[in-house]
Each structure stands twice: as structure tokens, then as C-alpha cells.
């Protein structure tokens, strides 16, 4: 039987109570966390909607492969379970296993960025180019310009390489100050949007042709690998364990964070075939995660892990994931609610900008927006604009083109009740919109200010 959204296809064994605070509470809750949703506490979260990262329900299997945790220090069966997955599904030759995403962020741009090198992208990412730029190499946006309209709807690959974009910063500053291309699969700052394979050879023609790497941010492959089967007519038979294999024979190595697409909590790596990288890496991962054969994570994680990341490939799994998201953004398109188009992988992303018009981004609207939905509901959201984007060399901040609210969906977490819930608070809260103020910083810290600034009503 065919339905417009597929039911889960999992049924609920155990389960977590949820609880709702007053609005006065909430209220209370969001000044006292200075209006960063970031640190409100999560006993105070109705529907936690922040992140999908490491926020996502383990399957009973891999519940049980806790159990069979290898806690040697070194060389775990788990371990050697972790990088046999990852070299079967990905193929690539060597793996330095990492805490999380970030490690392996760090332990790249230690070994390939150097002072005055540049390192093109498609957008930015917010801990990739804090990495990048704390080597000394200077961040590039090379995506195609679509990416930055919110509600250009009509290009089904948004995340695509811009490849006169590319080829114009190769000519511009020679391709022996490119240390690698970073390939965001997909693109989370553009709202979760795909990169075809079509794009991702081309990518890879001309990075080989001028000897630069090609690295994926890999983080949500299998989404990535989804889209491409419904939007990329030759692929639509083919299994996502296929697309996944021909979209990494195009890189030479990737980043990887294992609480999101790994369908895990915690845990991460960097992969690669050059063999000369994986020994500097592998060199560097002692000094700040771990042995290479756990990097920070312990035996059970790298086994729940390694279940993760086949149960991913499961063609039911992952439309189900991408149907949620799509479910909640059609919701609040038929409301007429403003969010980026089309609805992306893993969130549905509030254009803050359509949606307050009435506040400058100097202001901070997706800040201020994402309070006032948890003041509305109980839901926590995150702001991904200027407040994210941080500020320059120059102490300027970036004014980025979005401006948006993410309502990030955990993978096997929430119901189609739990969304329309959220739905209802989106609509109550741009019901009211126009009595909503700006915000301006009480505490700015220097870097990654999103994570842990403070701010006031103006
Ligand atoms: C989450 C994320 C990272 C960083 O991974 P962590 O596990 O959070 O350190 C890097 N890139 C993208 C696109 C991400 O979404």
C-alpha cells in the first residue's frame, strides 16, 4: 500500500517522558539562558529540535553491540569492525578513528593547511573553517550561487560546486596554495541540500587535472545518496549502497561525523588513501584523541557505530528520515510560512529574514526567532545566520545572504504528532511576529560564538 509519507518503519521498544514546562517557566528559562537556545537545559525542552547531531535513537542491534564492547586499549575488535565498515562501504584505504566530526576537522587542516593557503568549499561550515582558518588557511565559498536565495525552489542540487567559481580561485591564487576542496555532502548551511554525482566528477576531473584533494565533509552521505536516487534520473535504480560507493570514488578522503548520518551519539573519523596523510594523521590523532585504533571513542561506541552505519544504507531508513523532514516543511509552506526551498535532508530551515522583516540582521532574527518559538512551545531550535557565521579577520561580522531557524529532525526520534506539534508553534509564533524585538549581545565570545553567547531584548 502506497502512502504520501511512509509510516515508521521501526516500532518503539522502550521509551523517554517527555515534559512541558509552563509558559511563564519558559520564559523564565530562555532569559535566564540569554536567549541562546544552545543553553537552555534540556530538562526544560519539550521537543528538541537543536540538532541531529548525536541525538539519534540506537536500533536494539545496536543496543546490543554495546554489549560487546572491546575495551582493550589497543587494536579492539571493535575497532577493526569500525574500519572494516568503513573501508566495505566507502572504499577508502586507510581510517583515523576521532571523538567526533571535529577531531577529524582538526587533525586535516593540522597536516594540510598551511599559512596563506586557501581551501575552496561549498559554504561554509561552522567548526570546518574555525579549523581551517586557525591554521592560517582562508576559507573560500565556491558554491553555486542558488545556494544563497532561500526560496529558490527550481535547482534540485543546491550544495553543487560552482566549477567557474572553482577553476577562477585556481587560476587566481595557483592550484599549489590548494591544499584539498571541501565537498560538503550534503550542504547543512544551505539547508541540508544534495550535490549530484554528476557535480562531484566534474569536481573531481578538475581537482585531478591541477593535483588538489578532493575531501568530502561526508557527515550526511546517505542523505546525499537519497537525493541523488530520487532527483538524478540514471540512478533511480540503483541501491543507496551503490551511489554511496561511486560518490566517495570521486574523493580522496573524508571527514566524518558519526552522530549524524552514523546514526550514533558520539564517535567520528577521517579517511583517506594516501598513504603519507594517514601516517601524519595517524601521528597527530595520539596527541589529541587517541590511540588510532579508538581516537577518543571507547569499543562499544566504535561497535554501535559501525551497526550504524550499515543500518544507514537501509533504502526504508532513509526515506522515512527525508520524508519527516519534508512532512513538517510542507506543513508550514501550506501555512505560508517562509523556509528554504526545496526542504532539505535533515532540517527544515525558517527564512528569519522573510519572517521578521521588521528586524535588521544586525539584530539577530534567527536568534530572536528561535526564543521566541521556545517561549511559544517548548521547542527547541537553533539560529544559523549572522550570530553563526561569527566575524571576520577584520572583527567584521559576515551579514551571511541566510538568515534561518533550523528545525532539525533526529534520525528514528520523533513522531508525525511530535512534528505537527512543532508545526502548530511556527504558525502560532509568525501569528504574532510583528510584536517580536531584536536582540543585541550581552556575552560575545571569540570564536564559535553560537555555541555559548549571551544576548538581551533591545
Ligand atoms: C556536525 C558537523 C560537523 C562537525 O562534526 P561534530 O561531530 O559535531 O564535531 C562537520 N561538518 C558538518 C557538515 C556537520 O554537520
Not at 29 to 56: E, M, Q
Not at 61 to 81: K, P
Not at 301 to 322: P, Q, T, V, W
Not at 373 to 402: C, D, H, Q
Request: proline share 4%.
Amino acid at each position: 500500500m502506497d502512502k504520501k509519507y511512509m509510516p515508521e518503519p521501526y516500532k518503539v521498544k522502550m521509551v523517554e517522558p517527555l515534559r512541558i514546562l509552563q509558559k511563564e517557566e519558559r520564559v523564565e528559562a530562555i532569559k535566564k539562558a540569554g536567549y541562546n537556545t544552545f543553553l537552555l537545559n534540556s530538562r526544560d525542552v519539550y521537543i528538541d529540535l537543536l540538532t541531529d547531531s548525536g541525538t539519534n535513537a540506537m536500533s536494539d542491534r545496536q543496543w546490543a553491540g554495546l554489549m560487546m564492547g572491546d575495551e582493550a586499549y589497543a587494536g579492539s575488535d571493535n575497532w577493526l569492525h569500525l574500519k572494516e565498515t568503513v573501508q566495505s562501504i566507502m572504499g577508502f584505504k586507510h581510517v583515523v578513528p576521532t571523538h567526533q566530526g571535529r577531531g577529524a576537522e582538526n587533525l586535516l587542516s593540522q597536516v594540510l593547511v598551511k599559512p596563506g593557503t586557501y581551501i575552496p568549499g561549498n559554504m561554509y561550515f561552522t567548526t570546518t573553517r574555525a579549523h581551517q582558518e586557525m591554521n592560517g588557511g582562508t576559507f573560500v565559498d565556491v558554491i553555486i550561487d542558488e545556494a544563497h536565495i532561500s526560496d529558490k525552489e527550481d535547482v534540485l542540487f543546491k550544495g553543487n560546486i560552482d566549477i567557474k567559481k572553482y577553476e577562477d580561485l585556481i587560476n587566481k591564487v595557483g592550484a599549489k596554495n590548494i591544499p584539498y576542496i571541501c565537498v560538503g555532502v550534503t550542504v547543512n548551511l544551505a539547508g541540508g541540500q544534495p550535490v549530484s554525482m554528476k557535480n562531484l566528477r566534474e569536481v573531481h576531473e578538475l581537482s585531478q587535472k591541477h593535483g588538489i584533494k578532493v575531501m568530502f565533509d561526508c557527515t550526511r552521505y546517505v542523505e546525499n545518496a537519497y537525493f541523488i536516487k530520487a532527483r538524478e534520473e540514471e540512478y533511480k535504480d540503483k541501491t543507496i549502497a551503490e551511489i554511496v560507493k561511486e560518490m566517495f570514488s570521486y574523493a580522496d578522503g573524508a571527514t566524518m561525523s558519526g552522530k549524524k548520518d552514523g546514526i550514533v551519539n558520539i564517535g567520528g573519523f577521517l579517511a583517506m588513501n594516501d598513504e603519507d596523510l594517514y601516517y601524519k594523521a595517524a601521528a597527530l590523532v595520539v596527541v589529541y584523541e587517541g590511540m588510532p585504533s579508538y581516537g577518543g571513542m571507547t569499543g562499544r561506541d566504535m561497535e554501535a557505530f559501525s551497526i550504524g552505519l550499515k543500518e544507514a544504507l537501509d533504502y526504508n531508513y532513509i526515506k522515512h528520515r527525508i520524508e519527516q523532514v519534508e512532512y513538517l516543511g510542507n506543513r508550514l509552506i501550506e501555512a505560508g510560512i517562509p523556509i528554504v526551498k526545496p526542504i532539505g535532508g535533515h532540517a527544515v530551515f525558517l527564512d528569519a529574514k522573510k519572517f521578521l522583516p521588521h528586524i535588521p540582521q544586525s539584530q539577530y532574527p534567527a536568534q530572536v526567532l528561535a526564543a521566541e518559538i521556545y517561549i511559544e512551545s517548548g521547542v527547541r531550535t537553533m539560529e544559523r545566520g549572522n550570530v553563526s557565521a561569527g566575524r571576520n579577520k577584520e572583527g567584521k561580522e559576515y551579514f551571511p545572504s541566510l538568515e534561518l531557524v533550523r528545525l532539525t529532525i533526529p534520525r528514528r526520534v520523533y513522531s508525525y504528532a511530535h512534528l505537527d506539534y512543532v508545526a502548530e508553534a511556527i504558525i502560532n509564533t509568525y501569528k504574532r511576529r510583528d510584536e517580536i524585538k531584536g536582540l543585541k549581545f550581552s556575552y560575545e565570545p571569540p570564536v564559535l560564538r553560537f555555541f555559548t553567547g549571551k544576548f538581551e531584548y533591545i
